[in-house]
Each structure stands twice: as structure tokens, then as C-alpha cells.
């Protein structure tokens, strides 16, 4: 599905990419039902978006390779229940490597690219 769309892609050398990133815009129904090709599927959780993203979106969660908790500065002011939102995300699919990020404070940053890192050469 993504291949298609990257036909005629001018002056764009997809070879040299280190990675691409397939986001969705919407619900999280859709895309966790489609084989996009990708090597690794991670789901995003922005503390402004709240603990229960998990539990509405279960096959998203449940079909990742990863979950990513987004925004971890900001989560406080937004009343993010953190150790909810790793139960939540546990009870959906247990042992799921979690990293909690900011991009503003660069906070987890590091393992998650590290963990990046780490896919591109086992993976390819």
C-alpha cells in the first residue's frame, strides 16, 4: 500500500533513507487492521490524549511492537495518570517495550532512538 503511493517519487532517493515513518491521521481502528509493510509498528500515547487510549484502541496496542508515551513533560498540568496508563497498555499486551518521551526536554529520547538503532540492524 505505502510502495504504491512512493511510485514517482522524483529526485527522492528512498534508498538512502535511514527510516520512514508511516503516520496515521484519525482513529486507530483502521490502520491496525492493514499490513503496511512496515518492519516495526508503534503506537503513540500523548499524555494529552489520556490513560484510556489503550483501552479503546485495543488492536492498535495489541498489534505494535512498541508503545510510545509522548509529551511526558507536560504530563502533570494534564492530570496523566502515568501508572494507569502503563496497566492499561500492559493489560492490552503485556511485556510491550514502553519508552516515555518528550521531544521538548529530550527526555527518553535516547533509548528510543537507541532502540531504533537497534531494529535497523536486526531487522534490515
Same mark, same amino acid.
Given at each position: 500500500? $505505502? ?9 527522492? +532517493?528512498?534508498?538512502? @533513507?535511514? &527510516? @520512514? ?6 482513529? @486507530?481502528?483502521?490502520?491496525?487492521? &492493514?499490513?503496511l509493510g512496515e518492519k516495526i509498528r508503534v503506537a503513540l500515547l500523548s499524555v ?5 487510549? *489503550? @483501552? ?30 502503563? #496497566?492499561? $497498555?500492559? /493489560? $492490552?499486551? *503485556?511485556? $510491550? #517495550?514502553?519508552?516515555?518521551?518528550? +521531544? ?5 529520547? /535516547? ?14
Amino acid at each position: 500500500m $505505502i510502495g504504491k503511493h512512493l511510485d514517482g517519487w522524483e529526485g527522492v +532517493a528512498l534508498s538512502g @533513507l535511514d &527510516y @520512514l515513518f508511516i503516520e496515521n491521521v484519525g482513529n @486507530l481502528v483502521c490502520p491496525s487492521s &492493514y499490513d503496511l509493510g512496515e518492519k516495526i509498528r508503534v503506537a503513540l500515547l500523548s499524555v494529552t490524549e489520556g490513560e484510556d487510549k *489503550p @483501552l479503546k484502541y485495543p488492536t492498535m496496542f495489541n498489534s505494535a511492537d512498541a508503545a510510545v508515551i509522548t509529551k511526558i513533560d507536560i504530563s502533570e498540568p494534564c492530570g496523566f495518570d502515568r501508572d494507569l496508563a502503563l #496497566r492499561n $497498555i500492559n /493489560e $492490552i499486551r *503485556p511485556g $510491550i #517495550r514502553i519508552f516515555e518521551t518528550s +521531544a521538548k526536554t529530550g527526555a527518553g529520547m /535516547e533509548e528510543w532512538l537507541g532502540y531504533l538503532a537497534e531494529a535497523q540492524k536486526v531487522l534490515g
